[in-house]
């Protein structure tokens, strides 16, 4: 069975930073697109930043300069700095896994860390 598994969120003040940790377990063949997304109360889930297998990224406008992505073997990355009440969210990792016996990728979700920034 294929998991995310999401950690690092919590609460903290703004201007703060946190890094958030997603990893990748199960039978997996290899993984393409990388992502993270978040969900504030009352709002749509928004693409937060992504990052292919070749290491390309792409980030939402409202955190470019501040949120970084990255990866290494089964596990992306968000280091957040600078952050804003604003940023207070779920924040839910997805990634496109092809799993053994299967010839296609299908994108799987984690659970959702909870991103707290008092002001």
């Known amino acids: 069975q294929v998991q995310l598994v999401e950690s690092g969120g919590g609460l903290v003040h703004s201007g703060g930073s946190l890094r958030l940790s997603c990893a990748a377990s199960?039978?997996?063949?290899?993984?393409?697109?990388m992502a993270w997304h978040r969900q504030a109360p009352g709002k749509q889930r928004e693409l937060v930043a992504a990052?292919?297998?070749?290491?390309m990224t792409n980030y939402a406008d409202s955190v470019k300069g501040r949120f970084t992505i990255s990866r290494a073997q089964n596990t992306v990355y968000l280091q957040m700095i600078n952050l804003k009440p604003e940023d207070t969210a779920v924040y839910y990792c997805?990634?496109?896994?092809?799993?053994?016996?299967?010839?296609?990728?299908?994108?799987?979700w984690g659970q959702g860390t909870q991103v707290t920034v008092s002001s």
């Open positions: 997805n990634a496109d896994l092809r799993t053994s016996g299967s010839f296609r990728s299908v994108g799987y």
């Open positions: 990052i292919t297998s070749g290491a």
């Open positions: 199960g039978r997996i063949v290899s993984i393409g697109t």
